[in-house]
């Protein structure tokens, strides 16, 4: 089985419900904020994943907080497919869009490198001598989850849909996502109340769902990712936090007194 989830793990969650403007204060994360994730198959430990914002910085006299997304597998799985992939993204900190965009990721053999520049005055994407013309408001692979944890849960209802614009591999697509269902995990920390979203990738005219993924989002100030579950042909694959730092809130565990 090739072992492209970690990737997924860092992008499964893409979801919005309109585009705003914000300042740093106004955002559910800050500058340190560090993420940890153990990957398992079947049960089985595979790989780690790990989301930090690790600076600011001005790119095209633009504040930006530079995001790292990565992912390895455990030395164990190595040996059958080794994998290590990051992600890097410039976030804009007023619009929450990509400014830059680096790719670089080895699984197995196969290898790739990327850099994307952003120009979401004209709806532009600038990769090596080549310029592509992009949906408006568009995200990176990365961006995206940070964009999405802006979003508002107050009036967000079952079965509610939302789209948001993707420039992947030098290409654009539309993810929908489904807002499935409150729901409470057990984790590490204490019970967590969630969000539960499907996300659907277009293919060409149509959405498609072969891969069953849902996405679990702390339904507090921070959004979180607290859980990514897909489900292929030979299980289940899932992605859950296991520590962190430098939360900008405290962790709302509303129901962490309940005995098991």
Same mark, same amino acid.
Request: proline share 2%; net charge neutral; hydrophobic share 40%.
């Given at each position: 089985?090739?072992?492209?989830?970690?990737?997924?793990?860092?992008?499964?969650?893409?979801?919005?419900?309109?585009?705003?403007?914000?300042?740093?204060?106004?955002?559910?994360?800050?500058? =340190?904020?560090?993420?940890?994730?153990?990957?398992?198959?079947?049960?089985?430990?595979?790989?780690?994943?790990?989301?930090?914002?690790?600076? @600011?910085?001005?790119?095209?006299?633009?504040?930006?907080?530079?995001?790292?997304?990565?992912?390895?597998?455990?030395?164990?799985?190595?040996?059958?497919?080794?994998?290590?992939?990051? /992600?890097?993204?410039?976030?804009?900190?007023?619009?929450?869009?990509?400014?830059?965009?680096?790719? #670089?990721?080895?699984?197995?053999?196969?290898?790739?490198?990327?850099?994307?520049?952003?120009?979401?005055?004209?709806?532009?994407? /600038?990769?090596?001598?080549?310029?592509?013309?992009?949906?408006?408001?568009?995200?990176?692979?990365?961006?995206?989850?940070?964009?999405?944890?802006?979003?508002?849960?107050?009036?967000?209802?079952?079965?509610?849909?939302?789209?948001?614009?993707?420039?992947?591999?030098?290409? @654009?697509?539309?993810?929908?996502?489904?807002?499935?269902?409150?729901?409470?995990?057990?984790?590490?920390?204490? /019970?967590?109340?969630?969000?539960?979203?499907?996300?659907?990738?277009?293919?060409?005219?149509?959405?498609?769902?072969?891969?069953?993924?849902?996405?679990?989002?702390? #339904?507090?100030?921070?959004?979180?990712?607290?859980?990514?579950?897909?489900?292929?042909?030979? =299980?289940?694959?899932?992605?859950?936090?296991?520590?962190?730092?430098?939360?900008?809130?405290?962790?709302?565990?509303?129901?962490?007194?309940?005995?098991?």
């Amino acid at each position: 089985m090739r072992l492209v989830f970690i990737k997924k793990i860092i992008f499964l969650l893409l979801f919005s419900k309109s585009f705003f403007c914000f300042s740093q204060n106004a955002l559910p994360y800050q500058l =340190g904020e560090n993420l940890n994730y153990d990957i398992s198959f079947l049960g089985i430990n595979v790989g780690k994943a790990n989301l930090l914002i690790s600076s @600011n910085e001005k790119i095209n006299n633009t504040d930006c907080f530079h995001i790292i997304g990565s992912g390895k597998t455990s030395p164990f799985f190595d040996i059958i497919f080794k994998v290590r992939d990051t /992600y890097e993204t410039f976030l804009d900190t007023a619009t929450i869009l990509p400014t830059r965009f680096k790719r #670089n990721i080895s699984e197995g053999g196969f290898k790739k490198k990327q850099l994307y520049d952003f120009n979401h005055t004209d709806s532009a994407v /600038y990769v090596k001598d080549t310029l592509y013309q992009i949906l408006k408001s568009s995200q990176d692979m990365l961006s995206a989850l940070f964009f999405a944890r802006t979003f508002d849960a107050k009036d967000l209802k079952i079965n509610d849909k939302f789209i948001i614009p993707i420039f992947m591999d030098e290409e @654009n697509y539309f993810l929908e996502i489904i807002y499935l269902e409150k729901d409470t995990l057990k984790t590490d920390f204490g /019970y967590i109340e969630c969000l539960v979203f499907q996300p659907l990738m277009q293919e060409g005219r149509v959405f498609e769902n072969g891969e069953k993924m849902k996405v679990w989002i702390s #339904n507090d100030k921070n959004h979180l990712l607290v859980k990514v579950e897909t489900l292929i042909w030979a =299980g289940k694959i899932e992605a859950k936090l296991k520590s962190f730092k430098n939360l900008k809130y405290s962790l709302k565990l509303p129901l962490q007194d309940l005995e098991d």
